[in-house]
């Protein structure tokens, strides 16, 4: 069972996906998703990076429906949210696989340099994607980088993505990466 503050920050995920403000998150977020990514990085739309991304929002999509649509109305109701990430939650190899397929995402679309690196900039342009104001980078990056390059690197991102789902702690600088919760 999820706790009152992992219920909050899973709730601020909900809205994150919920990308044109229904209340639920259906195919059509994961397709604005993907017109606000692709439009950042202006690829073509026949690009094969833009291919590659159209096809992972996709199958995060599927995955996400095939689990948490326990109505199958071909969307997914917080209730749903809820449901599903806590049991995403409690299986170490389901939660592996949905951060795994987040790491890819997000640093192939958002390490616009391909250095192996988030920046602070870079984490604002995720957060703007997301619905989520890129001021708010300037104000959770510097609370979550580990270097002192001011950048953090797939593996440091993993480990806040941890602490962001499962840290009861109210002062982790992880609850507040993806924004206020």
């Excluded at 199958?72 to 209730?79: R, T």
């Excluded at 299986?91 to 250095?115: C, I, P």
């Excluded at 104001?133 to 993993?158: I, M, N």
Aim: with cysteine.
């Amino acid at each position: 069972m999820v706790t009152e503050i992992q219920r909050r920050k899973l709730v601020k995920l909900f809205s994150m996906y919920d990308t044109n403000n229904t209340g639920s998150v259906s195919r059509s977020d994961f397709d604005l998703l993907f017109k606000k990514m692709s439009s950042l990085r202006n690829w073509s739309l026949r690009s094969p990076k833009c291919l590659v991304l159209q096809d992972k929002l996709t199958r995060m999509w599927t995955n996400l429906s095939k689990q948490a649509d326990l109505t199958h109305n071909k969307q997914v109701s917080l209730a749903e949210w809820l449901v599903y990430k806590e049991s995403v939650l409690s299986h170490e190899q389901a939660y592996t696989d949905e951060v795994k397929s987040l790491m890819e995402l997000l640093f192939d679309v958002f390490d616009k340099n391909g250095d192996g690196y988030i920046s602070q900039d870079e984490w604002g342009e995720f957060l703007s994607a997301y619905n989520v104001s890129p001021v708010y980078a300037a104000e959770v990056f510097p609370a979550l980088k580990k270097a002192e390059e001011g950048r953090l690197t797939k593996e440091e991102l993993t480990a806040l993505v941890y602490d962001f789902y499962y840290s009861n702690d109210p002062n982790n600088p992880a609850n507040s990466m993806f924004g206020p919760y």
